[in-house]
């Protein structure tokens, strides 16, 4: 079964430009959760969007969104982008397997360099 | 307010030995516990998991410990391998009553060197 595929791997975008992510979860999960790993606050957990619906949403500012699409795939999109919001983004894909069984699955992340 | 911690920030251990890596947590809504591998500049790899129902969990050379009431959980690792140096992350969820589970809150990692 193929892994979280996440596009592009590399970005580098401007102070003031948008931004979209794209992620593909694991076939048949339909959670999928996005993060942002930074050397100075770790990894720290953005949103998480179920059937299309955003379940779940961190500490970040508005500027951050997202969406999930009847396929599962998921997209974010960071506006206005700030020279702080250079980090590696992490997109996750999640099931509970069985009883007392979560797993959650990160692809290889997404590196954002704003100057 | 860090709600996930792990104290040790690095740990080095004899390859063949066995690796103990501890995390301890605060909010007691936690109920499911996850642990990562991860390299720089690469996603977190999903290593094993336990849920609150459970003080034990068992996968190949992984075995995670959880003692709520300390709440504190452990990863052991046995044997240890050079391939196993690498960060470790501690990740804790509360559970939807729906089925899912909230966002991960991570712990800081701890750097674990194999030495052979």
């Known amino acids: 079964k193929a892994g979280v595929t996440q596009t592009p791997r590399y970005l580098i975008k401007t102070r003031g430009q948008q931004v979209t992510l794209s992620c593909s979860p694991i076939?048949?999960?339909?959670?999928v959760s996005w993060y942002q790993q930074t050397p100075g606050q770790g990894l720290q957990f953005l949103f998480e969007?179920?059937?299309?619906?955003?379940?779940n949403k961190g500490n970040f500012p508005g500027r951050f969104s997202g969406r999930q699409f009847s396929n599962s795939r998921s997209e974010m999109n960071v506006s206005t982008l700030e020279l702080g919001d250079s980090a590696l983004y992490l997109c996750a894909s999640s099931w509970v397997k069985g009883v007392g069984t979560y797993e959650q699955y990160f692809g290889p992340g997404t590196r954002l360099t704003v100057t | 307010d860090q709600q996930v911690k792990q104290n040790s920030p690095s740990l080095s251990v004899q390859e063949g030995r066995i690796s103990i890596l501890n995390c301890d947590y605060t909010?007691?809504?936690?109920?499911?516990f996850l642990w990562y591998k991860k390299y720089p500049a690469e996603g977190p790899t999903f290593l094993i998991s336990?849920?609150?129902?459970?003080d034990k969990n068992e996968d190949g050379r992984f075995t995670v410990f959880l003692n709520k009431s300390a709440k504190h959980l452990s990863l052991h690792i046995v044997p240890s391998q050079p391939g196993d140096s690498a960060v470790y992350f501690c990740?804790?969820?509360?559970?939807?009553?729906?089925?899912?589970?909230?966002?991960?809150?991570f712990g800081k990692g701890t750097h674990l060197i194999i030495q052979p």
């Open positions: 969007y179920f059937s299309e619906t955003q379940r």
């Open positions: 990740a804790a969820s509360a559970s939807y009553s729906g089925g899912g589970a909230d966002g991960l809150t």
């Open positions: 909010n007691s809504m936690f109920d499911y």
């Open positions: 076939s048949g999960h339909r959670s």
């Open positions: 336990i849920s609150s129902i459970k």
